[in-house]
């Protein structure tokens, strides 16, 4: 499908170009499918959080085709995208791969275009596939851990990911395809400084919005250089962490399937990834033994150096930056016997008993990684010891549930995306808004938002 004589840039837009519907693998298509479902689950879980409303008031869309966070509300699709992504990201409950979180980047910035263009379901879904694949084209070329050079890989990756899908559903051609993706390198943002705060899902949102922004201004005639991923001043050596970003190699896009290989993880717990390998194993542990929370001495975590990095909030007060905290998770785990939505909230949060349990955890960190799995450990583990000298360890855990290679069932996901709509007061009930994402191809974007009462699906 691509040629491989063509640099970098033009090779991946030529890509995004000639990707169709009837080209696509069907697992690919199933899995950007599930990429819908959970993203427009966290979103609507996240549609009341301050983030979104102090987004909402400021940028004060006007009225447009765009549908904001599933409610009675319509705005322009590049603002739509943006308070969308960042309600969709808010929680840190949306999936991860590719060492970022894509459909909380393209599912909203593909959803506000369609609603727009008035596409079909068919369209958005091969639209997120080029989005990944090209997200995927940029993360196989640089091992370096952007996350310890201080960049978040969702806003980075994020921005030129969305271009790419945008350029595919508004059907660009080669040339300007590349150019949308060049204009979207040059949107790209994000630091880790800012993790725990309102600004980490505002990277998401912005990348979408950008994604967006830079396929209508492409098709508009905008320019930009169609070399600007590989150029030696380009987007892969800015970014990179050690500079042996690899710029030269033919790109894989549309001849090896990376959705297929690196697949979609669905966060079975609403905190940062790097928790929840270890929040398994205290989770398994006190349903082993349960454990009262006088009787802690000690909970020992052992993860990697990276992860540690990471989860920077030791001794969080609110609900928000304990997303950022293996204490909170590992006490949440032994007073709540559980890690949800109802836990991760400023009051419950700044319990006494939370607060004095998580004094007593120890983080171990080992800079031994798994190369399948970049930054992370071989595993994961949680000890605590008991006052009365007694140590409880607990099983290493290589892969979290909700991994490619632990998946939920489809039962639980359909638990996670109605417990995310009932969290943020859905106005369409779960089982009518799932079966129309379970059947996105058959659909187009403008009845997959309407009210339930006005939809034909």
Request: hydrophobic share 40%; with cysteine; aromatic share 6%.
């Amino acid at each position: 499908m691509t040629s491989t004589s063509l640099p970098l840039t033009r090779s991946v837009g030529q890509f995004v170009a000639d990707l169709s519907p009837n080209r696509l693998p069907e697992e690919a298509a199933r899995i950007a499918r599930m990429g819908f479902i959970d993203t427009i689950g966290t979103m609507i879980a996240g549609r009341n959080e301050d983030s979104v409303r102090i987004m909402t008031e400021t940028l004060a869309p006007g009225d447009g085709p765009a549908t904001l966070t599933f409610g009675d509300r319509k705005a322009p699709a590049p603002e739509a995208a943006w308070i969308n992504g960042t309600a969709a990201h808010a929680l840190d409950y949306d999936d991860v791969a590719l060492r970022g979180h894509p459909s909380t980047v393209l599912v909203p910035a593909i959803l506000a275009e369609a609603e727009h263009l008035g596409s079909s379901g068919a369209d958005m879904i091969t639209a997120y596939v080029a989005g990944y694949e090209t997200w995927a084209e940029l993360f196989r070329r640089d091992s370096g851990l952007l996350h310890q050079k201080g960049w978040h890989p969702t806003g980075l990756y994020g921005a030129v990911g969305a271009a790419a899908a945008c350029a595919k559903l508004r059907k660009l051609d080669a040339e300007k395809s590349a150019i949308a993706i060049a204009l979207g390198a040059s949107q790209s943002a994000g630091l880790m400084s800012n993790f725990g705060t309102m600004t980490k899902p505002f990277h998401a949102g912005k990348a979408a919005h950008a994604g967006i922004m830079a396929a209508r201004l492409a098709e508009a005639g905008f320019t930009a250089n169609t070399d600007a991923l590989e150029h030696p001043q380009g987007f892969l050596h800015a970014i990179s962490p050690t500079g042996t970003e690899d710029r030269a190699s033919d790109s894989k896009a549309g001849t090896e399937w990376a959705i297929l290989t690196q697949g979609l993880g669905i966060k079975k717990y609403p905190t940062c990834y790097c928790t929840h390998r270890a929040i398994d194993g205290i989770l398994d542990l006190v349903k082993a033994s349960p454990i009262k929370v006088d009787d802690v001495e000690k909970i020992t975590v052992n993860i990697s150096d990276y992860f540690a990095t990471v989860l920077r909030n030791h001794q969080p007060d609110t609900g928000l930056a304990a997303k950022f905290s293996i204490e909170f998770c590992m006490a949440s785990g032994i007073v709540a016997q559980r890690v949800g939505l109802r836990e991760l909230t400023d009051d419950f949060v700044q319990r006494p008993d939370i607060q004095a349990l998580m004094k007593k955890v120890e983080v171990v960190t080992t800079s031994a990684y798994d190369p399948e799995l970049p930054g992370a450990a071989p595993h994961d583990q949680v000890s605590v010891k008991l006052a009365n000298g007694r140590t409880l360890e607990g099983q290493p855990v290589a892969r979290a549930t909700g991994h490619p290679s632990r998946p939920l069932t489809d039962q639980q996901i359909f638990e996670k995306f109605a417990d995310c709509l009932d969290a943020g007061d859905s106005p369409i009930p779960a089982d009518v808004l799932f079966k129309r994402l379970s059947a996105i191809q058959s659909i187009n974007a403008r009845d997959l938002t309407a009210p339930a009462s006005t939809s034909r699906a």
